[in-house]
């Protein structure tokens, strides 16, 4: 008979990904995942294997949660440029008022365990894959509906604007002044006139 587990395995999963990027992977030692999760040793590694293999379940709900709404957003009928300028200046703000420095969990997981660990690499480059594919596919759009110049490169922007999105999440890592983010931002946005 097999026993009845004493913990709600979603929010331990929901409170190991909290811990994990607010802390890091490796300043995160299992001993503080006992203490922030309230359960024993033994029950996460029943549940969950390793502290990797939690970290990577963490991170995998995290992109769950985040991805989706990037490409929504995206894939709306009409006008595409207003769209994608919203995205860019909600990075920017939301990096601007973290207040914990937290970061994105994707982009902390790239810096602290790229290239080394493969398994987190592969989570990374498909996050960032989904976006620039959704970028690309609007901009596409945005070409064909006349938004954008015939002469101008979807994939291109798209990569472009990736790159600074992640790029605002670093410097928000730091104690970086809002307006150079906001700043950046609309550099950015000017490369869609």
Not at 10 to 36: C, I, N, P
Not at 121 to 144: H, M
Request: with cysteine; glycine share 6%.
């Amino acid at each position: 008979m097999s026993r009845t587990k004493e913990f709600d395995p979603d929010a331990a999963l929901q409170a190991a990904l909290e811990l994990f990027w607010r802390k890091g992977y490796e300043a995160t030692s299992m001993a503080d995942l006992v203490d922030h999760l309230g359960i024993a040793r033994a029950s996460i590694y029943g549940t969950f294997g390793g502290k990797h293999d939690l970290y990577l379940k963490a991170l995998d709900r995290y992109l769950e949660s985040r991805d989706p709404a990037i490409i929504e957003a995206l894939s709306q009928p009409g006008p595409v440029l207003p769209s994608i300028r919203a995205l860019i200046r909600r990075y920017a703000e939301e990096s601007a008022v973290d207040e914990h420095r937290r970061g994105c969990f994707v982009v902390n997981t790239a810096i602290e365990l790229l290239p080394t660990d493969r398994l987190a690499a592969r989570r990374v480059e498909s996050s960032w894959d989904a976006v620039e594919v959704a970028l690309t596919s609007a901009l596409t759009r945005a070409r064909a509906q006349g938004e954008l110049a015939p002469d101008r490169d979807p994939r291109a922007l798209a990569r472009f604007l990736l790159t600074v999105m992640q790029g605002l999440r670093v410097l928000a890592k730091g104690d970086s002044d809002p307006a150079r983010l906001g700043d950046a931002a609309e550099a950015a946005l000017v490369a869609l006139a």
